[in-house]
């Protein structure tokens, strides 16, 4: 007899594995943080976005909540490359994974809306205004 196993929503978390949104915010800033300290030029480019320094000391946080409490004077520094993820990054401290799928939609609607302003036609640019979102989220 063949058994099959299925695991539900929360397994991840019942095992302690770091799988939540809030993880991955946090893995992600100290991702970049330690990428720009280890390029000893000031600067750091990234896919997503960019860090200058300004005199601010960038360090890498090991919980949300203390990373959340240094944001405000790292925000100075980082320059987010799409609309998109510089909402994302505005809203750290807030933001669940239902709400970056609100994001997303906002950010869609806003590109349509320019489109449909620019040509003044309902079915234009479709295909472009996806192009262009595709192209803010891998840049």
């Excluded at 929503?9 to 991955?24: I, Q, R």
């Excluded at 990234?46 to 360090?59: P, T």
């Excluded at 906002?106 to 040509?119: G, I, K, M, V």
Aim: charged share 25%.
């Amino acid at each position: 007899m063949n058994k099959l196993y299925l695991i539900g929503n929360g397994f991840d978390l019942a095992h302690g594995l770091k799988t939540k949104y809030s993880d991955f915010k946090l893995w992600y800033i100290n991702k970049i943080v330690k990428l720009y300290n280890q390029s000893h030029s000031g600067s750091y480019t990234g896919e997503l976005m960019d860090i200058v320094n300004d005199g601010y000391n960038f360090k890498e946080h090991d919980s949300l909540d203390s990373l959340i409490r240094d944001l405000e004077p790292m925000r100075k520094g980082f320059h987010s490359k799409s609309n998109l993820f510089g909402r994302l990054l505005m809203k750290l401290k807030d933001l669940n994974w239902v709400d970056i799928e609100y994001e997303y939609y906002l950010e869609l609607l806003a590109l349509y809306r320019r489109y449909y302003d620019q040509f003044g036609v309902r079915d234009i640019g479709a295909v472009n205004i996806l192009r262009e979102f595709n192209a803010c989220l891998s840049t």
